[in-house]
């Protein structure tokens, strides 16, 4: 079964607009991850968010986690058409030694 | 350059056959995974090794064989391919279990 799940599963918004995803997990996490993976190619890492922060900031983007909620956030900002592509969730179960995967939100960022 | 690379990128072949995926990282990353990606069911584990010669299984390990006699290396073998198997495989590296994660760009495997 999943740990994580992204909503949407689909996102399609303008160019210069702010687009948001959620992630919900069901266990307790050391840390939660995002990645992008732009069509035909693999996975890239975008940023991590240890369990006892509630908010990071890596450029235009900012990702936030309320584990009472078991739930995080990625907010892309001022979006370009080169953030076109899918994004996932990752989630360490405490104790797993490997990351589960959401199903993933797919943005498409329209010029 | 470092990084991870997968090969071959494309492989069809028929079912009943025996095919080896490759997977190459330079940066003596100890873990290493391998997934399947397939629509509906996001990006799935099959295998992983924490060093060279420690492999455990994922979520869908069946059919599947994994081997680790190198740290660099993480081939995945289908013993006898089934249509079912038909995805694109994704091999990942990293250095502790629960960081982040480097991905090769996929072999896209078709089963006829």
């Known amino acids: 079964s999943q740990q994580g799940e992204e909503d949407p599963q689909a996102l399609s918004i303008q160019e210069g607009e702010n687009a948001t995803m959620n992630c919900s997990y069901k266990?307790?996490?050391?840390?939660l991850q995002w990645y992008r993976q732009n069509s035909g190619r693999g996975l890239v890492h975008l940023i991590l968010?240890?369990?006892?922060?509630r908010e990071k900031h890596s450029g235009r983007l900012r990702v936030t986690l309320d584990t009472s909620k078991k739930s995080s956030s990625l907010l892309i900002t001022a979006s370009r058409a080169a953030d076109t592509a899918s994004y996932f969730c990752a989630t360490d179960a405490q104790g797993a030694q490997k990351l589960v995967f959401g199903q993933g939100t797919r943005l498409t960022i329209n010029p | 350059d470092a990084g991870i690379t997968q090969s071959p990128r494309y492989k069809i072949t028929e079912t009943g056959r025996q095919v080896t995926l490759m997977c190459h990282q330079t940066?003596?990353?100890?873990?290493m995974f391998w997934y399947r990606q397939d629509l509906g069911h996001g990006l799935r584990l099959i295998y992983y090794?924490?060093?060279?010669?420690?492999?455990d299984k994922g979520e869908v390990p069946d059919g599947y064989v994994v081997s680790r006699s190198k740290t660099e290396n993480f081939p995945l073998t289908l013993e006898s391919a089934t249509r079912s198997q038909t995805s694109v495989y994704f091999c990942a590296s990293s250095v502790q279990a629960n960081q982040p994660q480097h991905f090769g760009d996929g072999t896209r495997l078709s089963i006829l």
């Open positions: 968010i240890r369990s006892n922060e």
């Open positions: 090794s924490a060093a060279a010669d420690i492999t």
């Open positions: 940066w003596s990353h100890s873990y």
């Open positions: 266990t307790s996490i050391n840390n």
